[in-house]
């Protein structure tokens, strides 16, 4: 009798577990997003994926290098695919009026998720990657994928 219920309770872990495996990740940026690897850009290994509900909003840091040029696409895994909307800042410290600083969000590059965006960085610095998703009916998370490559600059000039 003790054995029955002992291999019932494993077979129990062992179905709820696959179920929590098998809707709790999601696939890489790489298989989410279609069409990269053009142009002789390389795949960063800051590219991120996970689920993210219906109006919510995720922050991705994203350190870039001098004399590179970045291309970040954005993807949804699943049936009900929609554009993800996202848009790269940096914070930037300005001087407020009557002394003092304030932190001030100075939007570089954004997309409404219908194509890839491009930019050049001349210096290092640390960027902000914002990603949205509309509000809708679903109450179920989507994998939502954030492709960041990266190419060295090619040199214009003497």
């Not at 790489?30 to 993210?52: R, Y």
């Not at 640390?126 to 109450?139: G, M």
């Amino acid at each position: 009798m003790r054995k029955k219920y002992l291999f019932l309770f494993t077979l129990l872990l062992v179905f709820l577990q696959g179920n929590f495996v098998a809707y709790s990740q999601c696939s890489s940026p790489e298989k989410i997003v279609k069409g990269w690897g053009k142009d002789k850009f390389v795949v960063n290994k800051q590219s991120k994926s996970g689920a993210l509900k219906a109006g919510e909003s995720y922050e991705l840091i994203l350190n870039t290098q001098d004399g590179y040029d970045y291309k970040i696409s954005s993807g949804m895994d699943g049936r009900n695919s929609i554009p993800v909307a996202f848009e790269v800042f940096e914070n930037v410290t300005e001087k407020a009026e009557g002394g003092g600083f304030k932190k001030v969000k100075k939007i570089i590059k954004s997309s409404d998720g219908n194509g890839p965006i491009e930019f050049q960085i001349e210096k290092a610095n640390v960027l902000t990657i914002k990603v949205s998703l509309p509000p809708s009916d679903s109450k179920k998370p989507e994998c939502v994928a954030i492709l960041i490559e990266d190419r060295k600059s090619t040199k214009i000039g003497f």
